[in-house]
């Protein structure tokens, strides 16, 4: 079965984002960039939270075409425009968007489906999602991995990665650490069933 991996971008107390859902003060660098794309290499299907997706699609279909487009950006925006893309909304409607279907019910389901081999793909799902997608797909027991991308911050409040009603607890096993030049530190586990 094909691993789902959460990567998620938190400041330092947990928080994916500020009290009004900026982002200004994580580290958007080359570096961080370059990290997401190289678990790229693995995945061949991505999966979102609705939030998460609207803002992706703002720039990632279009990023390799501009400019000043780094070579990082260019692999992210081809990985992103060419892979099969889910969405878990209750409100989005399928629009004109290449490759994305919507998951709104039976998720437990449809991503147990799309985790089998060659349904989407043969290689991991990388999830990008905030706290309600997250939070779902903890409590369908649905997610294998994470990518905690620890940003060296304190935001002191904000939108928090895990909320505080968690049923369950959730045991992880560390596989790896990476500092980035930032101080941005990588932290990869696996969830330990």
């Given at each position: 079965?094909?691993?789902l991996?959460?990567?998620a971008?938190?400041?330092?107390d947990g928080?994916v984002?500020?009290?009004?859902g900026e982002?200004?003060?994580f ?21 979102f ?11 990632w ?7 000043n487009?780094?070579e ?6 081809n ?6 893309k889910?969405?878990?909304?209750k ?6 968007s ?9 998720i437990s389901?449809e991503i ?12 991991n799902?990388?999830?990008?999602g ?11 027991d649905l997610?294998?991995?994470v ?8 935001f ?9 009603d ?9 596989l790896?650490?990476?500092?980035l ?5 990588v932290l990869n586990?696996?969830?330990d069933?």
């Amino acid at each position: 079965m094909r691993k789902l991996i959460l990567i998620a971008q938190t400041s330092f107390d947990g928080f994916v984002a500020g009290p009004n859902g900026e982002f200004d003060n994580f580290i958007d660098d080359k570096e961080n960039l370059e990290f997401v794309c190289s678990l790229t290499d693995d995945a061949d299907t991505a999966l979102f939270g609705r939030k998460s997706y609207q803002m992706l699609e703002v720039d990632w279909p279009t990023a390799a075409n501009k400019p000043n487009a780094t070579e990082a950006v260019i692999k992210y925006s081809n990985w992103y425009n060419s892979v099969p893309k889910f969405v878990l909304s209750k409100t989005l409607q399928a629009g004109n968007s290449k490759n994305t279907s919507i998951i709104s019910e039976n998720i437990s389901a449809e991503i147990n489906k799309i985790k089998q081999p060659g349904t989407s793909g043969s290689k991991n799902i990388l999830m990008f999602g905030g706290p309600t997608a997250v939070h779902s797909l903890i409590e369908l027991d649905l997610l294998d991995c994470v990518w905690l991308i620890l940003h060296p911050i304190i935001f002191g409040q904000g939108i928090p990665l895990f909320k505080n009603d968690i049923k369950k607890v959730i045991k992880l096993k560390l596989l790896a650490t990476k500092q980035l030049s930032s101080g941005t530190m990588v932290l990869n586990y696996d969830i330990d069933r």
